[in-house]
């Protein structure tokens, strides 16, 4: 049975850092897309970083320079650590992972995991 785990939300202030880290199980993901999406309160689930089976990189506008995605397929982990968080990053983050970066990137994931919330206080 294949599982995401979230891990690493919480409450910071405008400025902090956050680390997110996601663990797979079930099958090695190493051939797979990983990613991260979020849903901000009240709005829809938006893409926010993409790391392919090449460990080729997508990201968000909004996040460019500020989130790093890294992926671990030894381990089958995918991260995101955020620096520099502003308010408008408060959303409930969500890993996922789809069989190609173009489907993950359009939120046709395979897999999902629960959810880590992530609040930025101004």
């Known amino acids: 049975q294949v599982q995401l785990v979230e891990s690493g939300g919480g409450l910071v202030q405008t400025g902090g850092s956050l680390r997110l880290s996601c663990a797979a199980s079930?099958?090695?993901?190493?051939?797979?897309?990983m990613g991260w999406f979020r849903q901000p309160p009240g709005k829809e689930r938006e893409f926010v970083a993409v790391?392919?089976?090449?460990?080729?990189?997508y990201n968000r506008d909004s996040v460019k320079g500020r989130f790093t995605i890294s992926r671990d397929n030894a381990r089958n982990t995918v991260s995101l650590q955020m620096n520099g968080l502003k308010p408008e990053d408060t959303a409930v983050y969500y890993c996922?992972?789809?069989?190609?970066?173009?489907?993950?990137?359009?939120?046709?994931?395979?897999?999902w995991g629960q959810g880590t919330q992530v609040t930025v206080s101004s």
């Open positions: 079930g099958r090695s993901f190493s051939s797979d897309a």
């Open positions: 996922a992972v789809a069989t190609t970066s173009e489907r993950l990137r359009t939120g046709r994931a395979d897999y």
């Open positions: 790391a392919d089976r090449f460990r080729i990189i």
